[in-house]
């Protein structure tokens, strides 16, 4: 399940980073019509939207890279280390980034309901800037749920009930 929604988010932040580049260039095709005065010009608010998609984006990667273990770390003694001492170290990063990710999640939704009551809109499109932490917020909560599996799959690694990929 949590590689189900690791996957799912990964592959929609990826779609949502098409779809900026494709409305990006035709921002950029309308502007460049704009000395021929034929009506086709860029696209309003370019930035708001490229702003909100690209946060969206990042916290719909999230959940992949704490399922696949490639976010950055340091392992410069870990050829030094007993694999049961490394295994424990795994542990206690996957226990931190669950800390985090819930706490950052948390976070995120109190930032959402607050820009929700005062109503606040982006400067040019005048988009309702709690829309971008609603959308961000789903990948946030997918890396909730994927770091507490990870959370557990390393307490497994460490008692030898699953072998490392």
Same mark, same amino acid.
């Given at each position: 399940?949590?590689?189900?929604?690791?996957?799912?988010?990964?592959?929609?932040?990826? =779609?949502? +980073?098409?779809?900026?580049?494709?409305?990006?260039?035709?921002?950029?095709?309308?502007?460049?019509? @704009?000395? +021929?005065?034929?009506?086709?010009?860029?696209?309003?608010?370019?930035?708001?939207?490229?702003?909100? =998609?690209?946060?969206?984006?990042?916290?719909?990667?999230?959940?992949?890279?704490?399922?696949?273990?490639?976010?950055?770390?340091?392992?410069?003694?870990?050829?030094?280390?007993?694999?049961?001492?490394?295994?424990?170290?795994?542990?206690?990063?996957?226990?931190?980034?669950?800390? @985090?990710?819930?706490?950052?999640?948390?976070?995120?939704?109190?930032?959402?309901?607050?820009?929700?009551?005062?109503?606040?809109?982006? +400067?040019?499109?005048?988009?309702?800037?709690?829309?971008?932490?609603?959308?961000?917020?789903?990948?946030?909560?997918?890396?909730?749920?994927?770091?507490?599996?990870?959370?557990?799959?390393?307490?497994?690694?460490?008692?030898?009930?699953?072998?490392?990929?």
């Amino acid at each position: 399940m949590a590689d189900f929604i690791a996957r799912g988010l990964a592959f929609a932040g990826g =779609g949502i +980073l098409i779809l900026i580049t494709l409305i990006t260039c035709m921002s950029i095709i309308g502007r460049a019509f @704009v000395p +021929l005065d034929i009506g086709i010009g860029p696209i309003r608010g370019i930035y708001d939207i490229t702003e909100i =998609g690209m946060a969206t984006a990042i916290f719909a990667f999230l959940p992949w890279a704490q399922m696949r273990e490639t976010h950055a770390r340091v392992d410069l003694f870990q050829t030094f280390m007993p694999r049961s001492f490394d295994r424990a170290l795994d542990l206690l990063f996957n226990i931190g980034m669950a800390f @985090v990710a819930a706490i950052g999640t948390w976070r995120l939704y109190l930032g959402m309901m607050d820009k929700l009551s005062y109503g606040e809109t982006t +400067l040019i499109a005048q988009i309702p800037v709690w829309q971008g932490f609603a959308a961000s917020l789903v990948g946030a909560i997918g890396f909730v749920i994927v770091a507490l599996f990870c959370v557990w799959r390393s307490a497994r690694r460490l008692a030898g009930m699953e072998q490392q990929e």
